[in-house]
């Protein structure tokens, strides 16, 4: 038996190998096209699940939204009335702001 070089042994294994590469090409080809399909129909599923959703329902969510804002500024209002009492009643703060008013009285004259 014949000894072959490392540069044919490799070549004869390359040969080999691109008929099962090609196979393999095609197969990934066809599946991803098959996925590309699957995928567009999923996407428009969702998207007229979506607006059929949104419209069914469109009028039995206005008041609860309504009065989750309501709710939610109601919250801000009482969490800004109860910081800004907590700092204006810092004695710092407030000889701060008379040493401020009076700058800006004398300013002004």
Not at 25 to 41: D, H, P, Y
Not at 65 to 74: A, D, F, L, T
């Amino acid at each position: 038996m014949k000894e072959n070089g490392l540069g044919a042994l490799f070549l004869r294994q390359l040969v080999m190998a691109i008929p099962w590469g090609i196979i393999f090409l095609v197969v990934l080809f066809i599946a991803a096209a098959a996925m590309k399909q699957q995928i567009k129909e999923s996407i428009q599923y969702g998207t007229r699940t979506a607006v059929y959703e949104t419209f069914g329902l469109g009028f039995q969510m206005v008041g609860p939204v309504k009065q989750n804002i309501k709710e939610g500024i109601e919250l801000v209002a009482k969490t800004a009335k109860d910081e800004i009492k907590d700092l204006l009643s810092d004695p710092q703060v407030k000889q701060d702001l008379k040493e401020t008013m009076g700058y800006g009285g004398e300013k002004l004259k």
